[in-house]
């Protein structure tokens, strides 16, 4: 599969920025790295009625969250959305803009969680906030002028891995009842199984597999945790009974195999999904708008089926 002509020039700018690659930085300077890039993007979201930080309670303490608001009369559909970066990296600026737009398009009271991250605070960590978020939403969604009986989780990447956890954890809990999961290019497999990390290793953006091995080796707290499936939810004992799901999927990832094999696991187990392969797209390229036409339009597609998820 070839990259798409966009793709490639946004390759060429990035070469030209001689960034260091991941798997060479600290913790920190990758953060920082990440936070570079998507502001040099300049993107302009849609527009909101507003936004608003506040903290919600979680295990190890307050866990900040970002609530948007769109321009729509209540009682609103909520979207619970957790950002990618490998568990590792990212917050809740670096996904601002998809947050914005994500508001906007599905008219929905999107919550992105500023959840803990590797390596300071390794797996499950990750996971018992981002639980502890839906829940709370889940239980103040009246107060904020949404309807709790109207929940959906969304993530890209390490977003992605969290978001089908937190299904997979809904599922099974009294009186949480998701419409829908929307898992954009997610990571299924700690165990880094594919031959998607071979073929789309180099040259295909950021995303190298020795970039996985780094972001795999600050997340978890040894290589066994790879096969607990609140770190590797294609690892689960059973995924049937799951949320309908969206899947995005990037032709040129790394995590392309992760992604068709975890939407081919949930089909096999009975969950309706809706794919969306995106042929010469990259990884992260979800939140290239609008200078991605393909990005502009995985949004829009993503937007319309939570439109239709939420009634």
């Given amino acids: 599969m070839t990259l798409h002509p966009q793709i490639e020039e946004a390759l060429q700018k990035l070469a030209a920025a001689n960034l260091p690659p991941i798997h060479t930085l600290s913790p920190a300077e990758a953060r920082a790295q990440m936070i570079a890039v998507v502001r040099a993007r300049g993107s302009v979201p849609e527009p909101i009625r507003r936004a608003e930080d506040r903290t919600v309670p979680g295990p190890a303490g307050p866990i900040p969250v970002r609530l948007y608001w769109p321009e729509a009369d209540g009682p609103l559909p909520v979207l619970v959305y957790y950002h990618g970066g490998g568990h590792v990296i990212g917050d809740l600026d670096t996904h601002d803009v998809i947050c914005r737009n994500l508001a906007a398009g599905a008219g929905a009271l999107v919550m992105a969680v500023d959840y803990r991250m590797g390596p300071e605070h390794r797996f499950p960590a990750a996971v018992e906030d981002c639980w502890a978020a839906l829940r709370w939403i889940a239980a103040e969604a009246p107060a904020l002028g949404a309807d709790p009986a109207r929940i959906a989780v969304a993530g890209d ?39 998607s990390f071979e073929r789309f290793d180099q040259g295909f953006g950021p995303l190298t597999r020795a970039a996985m091995e780094w972001f795999r080796g600050h997340y978890l707290r040894a290589p066994a945790d790879a096969a607990d499936w609140r770190a590797s939810p294609i690892r689960a004992p059973s995924l049937a009974g799951l949320a309908p799901a969206m899947v995005v999927v990037a032709g040129c990832d790394v995590l392309h195999d992760d992604s068709v094999r975890y939407a081919e696991a949930l089909r096999t187990a009975g969950v309706p999904v809706d794919w969306r392969l995106y042929p010469g797209m990259i990884h992260g390229f979800f939140g290239m708008t609008p200078m991605i036409d393909d990005a502009v339009a995985a949004q829009r597609v993503v937007t319309a089926e939570l439109r239709r998820a939420f009634g």
């Fill in 157 to 195: 990447s390490a977003g992605g891995n969290l978001a089908a956890v937190m299904a997979l954890m809904a599922r099974d809990a009294d009186g949480l009842d998701l419409r829908m999961q929307v898992l954009i290019y997610p990571v299924a497999d700690y165990g880094l199984v594919g031959e």
